[in-house]
Nanobody
């Protein structure tokens, strides 16, 4: 069993910054990728950042392979960034890789 847990969400003013954390635990052979998505009310879940690239321009992923953790640094936040943020990880072995999701953490940006 593998579990992902996000943390660090909360309420922040527009223009502010926030750092989300994602921690993986359980039976982990290898972590091949850890990415971040978000879902706003009434909208589809969307990708916000992948390792090595900032899809949204203001969001950056970093990894701590020793801790099996990933972080999402968000800056210049806008009210439209308000959403539940999810961590996604691809974990397993060379021949058996699976995608896991955390329960999400709420980020609310006030104007």
């Amino acid at each position: 069993q593998v579990q992902l847990v996000e943390s660090g969400g909360g309420l922040v003013q527009a223009g502010g910054s926030l750092r989300l954390s994602c921690s993986a635990s359980g039976s982990i052979a290898n972590i091949y990728a850890m990415n971040w998505y978000r879902q706003a009310p009434g909208k589809q879940r969307e990708l916000v950042a992948v390792e090595g690239d900032s899809v949204k321009g203001r969001f950056t992923i970093s990894r701590d392979n020793v801790k099996n953790a990933a972080y999402l640094q968000m800056s210049s936040l806008k009210p439209e960034d308000t959403a539940v943020y999810y961590c996604n990880a691809v974990i397993g072995t060379r021949y058996d890789r699976r995608s896991y999701w955390g329960p999400g953490t709420q980020v609310t940006v006030s104007s």
